[in-house]
């Protein structure tokens, strides 16, 4: 499949480094030469990531493609930097203002010690915040979504592809079965939900009905097998 991306990881690692300093003018200069380090070891990641979702400006026929004005992509980009920078033995400092940076420009709080899937999607994630919950490839957050835990600090495991629509959250002990749909403004708190449902209602009194369309199938996020 061809790889194509709008600035080279040179020209990239040039930009991000540009941005950093803008938003954190610490009397110390982020050092390009790191950034590019860290953005060639996060290109197979983020393709990977892109490959596996068919859906206009990510994955079309035979070519997958990385715009780093692409507002989403960048969102989810930024996430993947900070995430492999922590997984790495990295400076705290950058996967932090990679992290905050993703908070400035997206409004998007995930911070860069949570565990997203190998495939994810992010759909305009404005006030999205993601705790360390774990994930499943597969997995759709939608804008206003919230997944993270209660006061006993157990957050939720989710064993499948999953859509969390806007506004819905996912709290505390839950165990997110296989095709699972949450509906808008949905709150799961504390519960089981079982597989090839979509989940409406509102907690404690929820309304599971038969999700009858495989993931593959739901447009416009159809997903590789």
Not at 21 to 32: G, M, R
Not at 53 to 61: A, L, M, Q, S, V
Not at 156 to 163: K, M, V
Not at 182 to 191: G, H, K, L, Q, R
Request: net charge neutral.
């Amino acid at each position: 499949m061809e790889r194509t991306q709008s600035l080279s990881n040179p020209d990239l690692a040039r930009y991000l480094a540009r941005q950093l300093d803008f938003f954190f003018p610490e009397p110390q200069s982020v050092d390009p030469a790191a950034v590019l380090q860290l953005v060639q070891g996060a290109e197979e990641r983020a393709f990977r990531c892109f490959e596996g979702i068919r859906k206009k400006y990510f994955n079309e026929g035979d070519r997958v493609r990385f715009d780093h004005l692409h507002s989403d992509q960048y969102s989810m980009y930024l996430y993947m930097l900070a995430n492999h920078h922590h997984r790495t033995g990295g400076d705290p400092r950058l996967a932090t203002k990679l992290y905050y940076l993703n908070k400035a420009l997206h409004g998007c709080d995930v911070f860069y010690t949570s565990q997203l899937p190998d495939v994810f999607l992010l759909v305009h994630p404005v006030g999205s915040v993601i705790g360390r919950a774990t994930f499943a490839n597969d997995l759709v957050i939608y804008q206003g979504c919230t997944v993270g835990c209660l006061n006993d600090g157990v957050f939720p495991t989710f064993e499948g592809p999953a859509i969390l629509y806007a506004h819905s959250s996912v709290l505390g002990h839950c165990r997110i079965g296989r095709n699972v749909c949450i509906a808008a403004s949905v709150s799961v708190v504390n519960t089981d939900i079982p597989n090839d449902v979509v989940v409406l209602g509102s907690y404690p009194n929820y309304e599971f009905r038969p999700n009858r369309r495989a993931f593959s199938e739901r447009p416009p996020f159809a997903y590789h097998a």
